[in-house]
Nanobody, 123 residues
Framework: QVQLVESGGGLVQPGGSLRLSCAAS????????MAWFRQAPGKEREFVAA????????TYADSVKGRFTISKDNAKNTVYLQMNSLKPEDTAVYYC????????????????WGQGTQVTVSS
């Protein structure tokens, strides 16, 4: 089993940047496919980015492609989401998730979830 704790959220102006971190404990992230999802008020949770257990495969939602970067540091047991050129529509609670098997954009593939970190993009 793995426990996930997100950090790095906050208030940022449009066009700004944030880096979210997801620290894992219990098991090493090298054993899991990892992903970020987000949920805005009144909306369903949506996929943001995913990285395979080997880090060889990465995929992004079209809405963040070219602006967000997911990465995994096995030595620090941490997954990151670098978010650049932020827009007001990126405002949401961001969740980190881990999968023991299949990776990708479907939330049902993920077995473990963090509590989330709030990102607010506003002037």
């Amino acid at each position: 089993q793995v426990q996930l704790v997100e950090s790095g959220g906050g208030l940022v102006q449009p066009g700004g940047s944030l880096r979210l971190s997801c620290a894992a404990s219990g098991r090493t992230v090298s054993s899991y496919a990892m992903a970020w999802f987000r949920q805005a008020p009144g909306k369903e949770r949506e996929f943001v980015a995913a990285i395979s257990w080997s880090s060889q495969h990465i995929t992004y939602a079209d809405s963040v492609k070219g602006r967000f970067t997911i990465s995994k540091d096995n030595a620090k047991n941490t997954v990151y989401l670098q978010m650049n050129s932020l827009k007001p529509e990126d405002t949401a609670v961001y969740y980190c998730a881990a999968s023991r098997g299949t990776w990708g954009s479907a939330s049902y593939n993920y077995d473990y979830w963090g509590q989330g970190t709030q990102v607010t993009v506003s002037s």
